[in-house]
């Protein structure tokens, strides 16, 4: 997905444009149809140019499609965490993010891979994330600017790029990568509150 273009203009607008390629491509997938872009473009009433400012190839759509079935949203994912203290629900975002990313490996790997080639080279990631780390640190009276950096430092111990790098870099198996990236979120807090503590 082009985030790059999503985040210019009409933001919202262009995210429901994007819900609905992405339920489109869905349809077919659940289906077990074969389909290309112009399909997507039919059953989403869209045009296929706009498909093309959105997705730039079929490899990226269907993969990001395929993994958005099996995503709940930020809303979803926090309603597990009502009522909890603000590191239970870090502690479980992490959670729910990695154990997804691990059951899903070779799905995430693929579309990494898709996103990353130079005609992708605008795409970002981790949107469901930040998103959920912004919800569950909304009412947490800190200045704006601490807060958004706590939340891109939490962000880097979720998701499939820092267990790329624990797995292929550090030679760590899953139950050693899960351990040393919660050690990392457990660091993140202890400063954050010490530091919140102090103020």
Do not use: C, W
């Not at 933001?11 to 389909?35: H, M, P, V, W």
């Not at 709940?72 to 926090?78: Q, T």
């Not at 965490?81 to 975002?93: A, P, R, W």
């Not at 898709?114 to 080279?121: I, K, T």
């Amino acid at each position: 997905m082009k985030e790059g273009y999503i985040q210019t203009g009409r933001t919202n607008q262009k995210q429901e444009t994007r819900d609905k390629l992405l339920k489109s491509a869905q349809y077919f997938l659940k289906k077990g149809i074969a389909f290309n872009l112009e399909d997507v473009a039919k059953k989403s009433g869209v045009s296929r140019a706009t498909v093309y400012r959105y997705y730039s190839n079929m490899e990226i759509l269907t993969t990001e499609a395929s993994l958005d079935i099996t995503t709940l949203s930020s809303e979803a994912i926090l309603k597990n965490f009502e009522g909890k203290s603000l590191e239970e629900k870090v502690f479980g975002i992490q959670d729910y993010f990695n154990t997804l990313t691990l059951e899903n490996e070779h799905a995430f790997r693929k579309y990494l891979s898709a996103v990353l080639v130079p005609d992708a080279v605008e795409s970002k990631r981790g949107g469901r994330r930040i998103k959920t780390l912004e919800l569950a640190l909304k009412d947490e009276d800190i200045p704006s600017d601490q807060k958004k950096d706590v939340i891109k430092l939490l962000t880097l111990l979720m998701g499939i790029e820092p267990l790329i790098i624990t797995k292929d870099v550090a030679n760590l198996n899953n139950q050693e990568s899960t351990r040393l990236l919660k050690l990392g979120v457990e660091l993140i807090l202890k400063n954050y509150l010490s530091q919140k503590n102090k103020n």
